[in-house]
């Protein structure tokens, strides 16, 4: 073998062994003036970690270790100390004492004085806990005693943070925990319009994808039966027709088709309960006009199927009474859809106008 290959060999196995005993036994970071210099060392470098260092312990929960290591940079380094410092150890101190309404107050003034502070983000973290805590069902305290629900508190805070903050990842993290908050309630009237805010401000990319899907689902999970307004139903069919032009694969899986024969089944039934109602009122000509409907704008509907057994019923043109039979629950008319569908609960009251013939 070559002796020189050999010499290359060697030198190239010492420098790789003297650089990485060199990295792991210090971290190094170009100075301002071009020089590599221990992070250690570096007084910049050292305040800047020990700033990281507290962040991540605000984002991660760690109340007393922040506050530990909050005092420990205010006395390494004073030039942090100051109005600045103090506003938010007065809030941190209401957040160590679970005083959260205190501490929210606290943390907007901070945030109102100090919008570009280096503790902002760690104000708006701990806002975003207490938030999320109430939006659990952590209650609040009112005259030291009483504890009320504090949901609505949480989607304020939520809400907030997402105005301070734009299109920042935390704005992002606040709405989309609020959407999901109100779904888990039912809300979903509220949790489709916080779709819509997380739509606009990132109208594209997986956001943008997810929040197309969840305003359609949305939408349609506040449709709470035929004995109510329906009017919601078609915007929800445009938004899954929509999802199934813009991303066809995953619309397939998540059955899009499906959905948007669903959709067509329930308004189908809605306008065949009100030719019902008519139909029960003995006025024939409304009744067969809602019936027509049915079939022209449906066809192959259970809704139409329904419609023309009725109006194959007819004898000289007119419509037979009708048997005053009550057999019908809400998923009549909607096949076997609405048990495997995603969650919709349908809350059936009976009502006397025409729009809510099905109630009779």
């Not at 009474?321 to 969650?343: A, Q, T």
Request: glycine share 6%.
């Amino acid at each position: 073998m070559n002796p020189n290959r050999n010499h290359r060999v060697l030198f190239r196995l010492v420098w790789i062994g003297l650089v990485c005993g060199w990295a792991s036994a210090a971290s190094w970071r170009l100075s301002d003036s071009g020089q590599w210099t221990d992070v250690a060392q570096d007084p910049k470098s050292k305040k800047m970690l020990a700033i990281s260092a507290f962040k991540d312990q605000i984002v991660a929960g760690q109340t007393d270790e922040a506050r530990k290591s909050l005092e420990g940079l205010q006395k390494e380094f004073p030039e942090l100390a100051g109005p600045e410092m103090t506003a938010f150890l007065a809030a941190e101190e209401q957040y160590a004492k679970r005083d959260w309404v205190k501490a929210v107050r606290q943390y907007d003034e901070f945030l109102d004085k100090y919008p570009t502070s280096w503790l902002s983000e760690s104000a708006l973290e701990r806002e975003y806990s207490v938030a999320v805590a109430y939006l659990n069902g952590e209650k609040r305290k009112v005259l030291l005693i009483l504890r009320l629900s504090a949901v609505e508190d949480g989607a304020k805070v939520m809400a907030k943070i997402a105005d301070r903050t734009g299109d920042a990842p935390i704005a992002k993290r606040s709405l989309i925990t609020l959407a999901r908050s109100y779904e888990k309630q039912k809300m979903y009237m509220e949790a489709y319009e916080t779709w819509v805010d997380v739509s606009s401000r990132w109208p594209s990319g997986e956001t943008g994808q997810q929040a197309l899907l969840e305003m359609g689902q949305d939408l349609h999970s506040s449709y709470k039966g035929p004995a109510y307004d329906h009017k919601g139903l078609a915007s929800a069919k445009s938004y899954y027709a929509n999802y199934a032009l813009r991303y066809p694969d995953d619309a397939k899986a998540r059955d899009m088709d499906g959905k948007q024969k669903l959709v067509d089944e329930q308004v189908a039934y809605k306008q065949f309960l009100i030719g019902r109602y008519y139909d029960r009122t003995d006025d024939d000509a409304a009744a067969e006009t809602y019936y027509n409907q049915v079939l022209e704008t449906w066809p192959g509907s259970n809704g139409a199927q329904r419609a023309q057994a009725r109006l194959d019923e007819r004898v000289n043109g007119q419509l037979p009474p009708e048997p005053r039979k009550l057999n019908r629950k809400v998923v009549d008319g909607v096949g076997s859809f609405l048990d495997h569908w995603f969650g919709v609960t349908w809350i059936f009251k009976p009502k006397t106008t025409p729009e809510s013939a099905g109630a009779k």
